[in-house]
């Protein structure tokens, strides 16, 4: 049912999107994405990844391809499928170009430790990395992080991408990276054990629906997996799907509100439910419980499916989506959750940082080439001009024939923005310390969502809303 692009047709450069981009094309003669909380499967970073290969303030900067001022050679770093993805695009720009560029894949924990001590220290660190939203703010404060603010206005390109991708890459009116993937939310479900159970998806509106269904399981199954560690990620695409802001624009606290109250509460009904498994994210034990179907739903984004193809591919055709629960009937029911970004780091010499930004361009602002990454591994391009493509509606074999791309362009269009700073990991170290004391029946949701409240302004200096 699937029909696979021709990636071919990638090597023929796609048209230059406006005037401003004959500038930067000049330079090489054509025109140059949970967030999981937890770590992926990838790499450890462990070989190949030490300063004599990331290193950029060395002689090996000045190894430019002939007079375009551009290097023969740059190192990218990614994480899980989106580093393999990125083999895609740097395959199809080698053929193109007079260069190498080498991706390394790591684990993701690894991969933002090495990346944030070889940044801190001014060595070391690659010329393209990937960037998570959520990090986008606290990284780039620390001025280590290039600007891409000429480049994306002379290419005439920021229009192109989902609006609400922007300000967590935007400090004081200047653009640090370019958007790849987003995450639009759905419940991914396996369609054999729905249909054992008498279980129908579209019988499931709101959460309370969700858990009425979730107890025709027998004891030895759950309906889903919130485990410890991961609640504040639960949190905020449920917040945010109320159009929550963890921060008024004014800049007070506002994570005790009637929303987040609202989510909290959700959360403990869930757990009281007991239709919920407590596995740690991304283990063995995890991957395992979703293959042979002990937890039969997990809510998460449109980049999961790129991680259950390539780790459990066994269960392909078993899977169906449906959009993720109101929190009350009538209720809006998209949101996103997580989504990734290229930057380029400021220590690499000039050469570096114009031949990592053409590729960037090349990877990023083509609609070719993030559908490609998007067929093969699942990445939600960020690229809103991708959503018209012809590919969106096509019947998935994955999903057993349901066009599941729709639904997510769909959820893409309707998620609200996010505000995050560079105060967010506050927020969320806060709200999983208190949703955590939550279940464990040590306070009430009104009690949890107070106290992270207060937890945060004090940590922050900023006042309660």
Not at 388 to 396: H, M, Q, R, S
Request: negative net charge; proline residues 4%.
């Amino acid at each position: 049912m699937t029909n696979k692009p021709d990636y071919a047709r990638y090597g023929r450069r796609r048209l230059m999107k406006g005037a401003g981009l004959a500038g930067l094309a000049g330079l090489a003669g054509c025109i140059g994405t949970g967030d999981p909380e937890g770590g992926s499967n990838g790499g450890d970073g462990s070989e190949g990844s030490d300063g004599s290969n990331g290193s950029s303030s060395s002689d090996e900067d000045s190894n430019s391809d002939g007079g375009d001022n551009m290097a023969s050679e740059i190192d990218v770093w990614g994480w899980d499928v989106a580093a393999r993805a990125l083999t895609i695009t740097a395959e199809e720009y080698e053929s193109e170009n007079d260069a190498t560029v080498s991706v390394e894949e790591f684990g993701r924990s690894a991969m933002k430790d090495r990346l944030q001590t070889n940044l801190l220290s001014g060595s070391g660190a690659p010329a393209v990395s990937m960037l998570e939203s959520v990090d986008g703010p606290s990284l780039i404060d620390t001025g280590s992080v290039a600007s891409l603010t000429d480049e994306i206005e002379e290419a005439g390109i920021r229009e192109d991408f989902v609006s609400g991708k922007w300000e967590a890459l935007t400090v004081d009116g200047d653009i640090y990276a370019l958007p790849w993937d987003t995450g639009p939310t759905a419940v991914y479900y396996r369609r054999s054990v729905y249909d054992e159970h008498d279980i129908d998806p579209d019988s499931i509106e709101t959460w309370a629906d969700f858990i009425e269904e979730g107890q025709k399981l027998p004891d030895d199954q759950y309906m889903l997996n919130l485990p410890e560690g991961d609640l504040s990620g639960v949190w905020r695409y449920q917040f945010r799907q109320l159009s929550g802001e963890p921060f008024l624009e004014s800049g007070e606290v506002n994570i005790h509100n009637e929303k987040s109250l609202r989510v909290a509460r959700n959360i403990k009904e869930v757990y009281d439910a007991d239709i919920a498994a407590n596995i740690e994210g991304w283990t063995s034990a995890w991957f395992s419980a979703y293959g042979d179907a002990t937890i039969a739903s997990l809510p998460s984004a449109a980049w999961m499916e790129g991680t259950l193809r390539a780790e459990l591919p066994d269960t392909a055709g078993d899977w169906g989506v449906f959009k993720i629960p109101a929190l009350e009937s009538g209720g809006p029911r998209a949101s996103n959750w997580g989504g990734s970004n290229l930057m380029i780091a400021d220590q690499v010499s000039d050469e570096k940082k114009t031949r990592g930004w053409d590729y960037m361009e090349y990877s990023l602002a083509a609609e070719e080439m993030q559908l490609a990454m998007y067929d093969e591994y699942g990445l939600f391009p960020a690229l809103e001009t991708t959503y018209e493509d012809p590919v969106f509606d096509e019947e998935l074999d994955f999903y057993d024939g349901q066009p599941a791309r729709a639904l997510f362009a769909e959820v893409a269009r309707e998620a609200p923005g996010y505000r995050f700073t560079a105060d967010t990991p506050e927020v969320s170290q806060a709200i999983e310390t208190e949703l955590q004391r939550m279940i464990n029946g040590e306070q009430s949701p009104e009690e949890a969502v107070q106290a992270a409240a207060e937890t945060v302004a004090e940590n922050t200096d900023r006042d309660l809303a």
